[in-house]
T-cell receptor, first 113, second 114 residues
C-alpha cells in the first residue's frame, strides 16, 4: 500500500495567481499521476509524472498552465498557473503500486475568485 | 477508446436497505474494472477490482460487484447499507497490462437516510 500526503487540502485564490500543490508518498514509486475532478464530472487525468523525465500531458492540458516537478521517487508538485474561475476543481495526486492498484491523496479543493 | 457510464448521478436509500450502483463500460478487449469510493474530504479508496476469473468479485466494507460481459456492466451491490456508506462512488475501466491508466466514470453520489 501507499500513504499519500497532499497539501494544501484547500485554498481560495485570486484570479491570475498561481498555486503549487505538493504530493508526498511514503514509499518510492515510479509513476505519479495528477487528476482534476470538476464538480459533477469524472476524474480527468492531467499528466503522468515520472522521476527524471518530463511529465506526459493528456490532451487539453499543457505544461505552461500545469507545470509539474518530480525531483525524486517520493515527491511531486503540480502548479496551476495564471488561475481563472474555470480552474476551480479538486486536484488529486495518485500513485500506482503493485500492478494496477492506484492510491490517491485526499485532494486539494481549489476555488478561484 | 474506452469509456465508462454511471447513469445515476444520485442514489438515495434508507439505512439497512440494499444497494445497487450501475456501471456500464465500453472497451474493445477484456477490461480491468474497478470501483472506488470517495468520502467527503478524502481521496479515492479502492473497493474492489476485476481482472479475470470469477465474475462476482468481493470487496471491502461488504461490497461486491458482478462483471457481465454480455451487458458490458460492472454493477456494485451491497445487501444492507450503513449510514457511513454515504459517499461518492466511481467506476473505472482500464486496459489489461501495459501502461495502465484507468478511465473514470462521472461518479454516483450515495445518500443514506436514517
Amino acid at each position: 500500500s501507499a500513504v499519500i500526503s497532499q497539501k494544501p487540502s484547500r485554498d481560495i485564490c485570486q484570479r491570475g495567481t498561481s498555486l503549487t500543490i505538493q504530493c508526498q508518498v511514503d514509499s518510492q514509486v515510479t509513476m505519479m499521476f495528477w487528476y482534476r475532478q470538476q464538480p459533477g464530472q469524472s476524474l480527468t487525468l492531467i499528466a503522468t509524472a515520472n522521476q527524471g523525465s518530463e511529465a506526459t500531458y493528456e490532451s487539453g492540458f499543457v505544461i505552461d498552465k500545469f507545470p509539474i516537478s518530480r525531483p525524486n521517487l517520493t515527491f511531486s508538485t503540480l502548479t496551476v498557473s495564471n488561475m481563472s474561475p474555470e480552474d476551480s476543481s479538486i486536484y488529486l495526486c495518485s500513485v500506482r503500486v503493485s500492478g494496477e492498484k492506484l492510491f490517491f491523496g485526499s485532494g486539494t479543493q481549489l476555488s478561484v475568485l | 477508446a474506452q469509456s465508462v457510464t454511471q447513469p445515476d448521478i444520485h442514489i438515495t436509500v434508507s439505512e439497512g436497505a440494499s444497494l445497487e450502483l450501475r456501471c456500464n463500460y465500453s472497451y474493445g478487449a477484456t477490461p480491468y474494472l474497478f470501483w472506488y469510493v470517495q468520502s467527503p474530504g478524502q481521496g479515492l479508496q479502492l473497493l474492489l477490482k476485476y481482472f479475470s476469473g470469477d465474475t462476482l468479485v468481493q470487496g471491502i466494507k461488504g461490497f461486491e460487484a458482478e462483471f457481465k460481459r454480455s451487458q458490458s456492466s460492472f454493477n456494485l451491490r451491497k445487501p444492507s447499507v450503513h449510514w457511513s456508506d454515504a459517499a461518492e462512488y466511481f467506476c473505472a475501466v482500464g486496459p489489461s497490462g501495459g501502461s495502465y491508466i484507468p478511465t473514470f466514470g462521472r461518479g454516483t453520489s450515495l445518500i443514506v437516510h436514517p
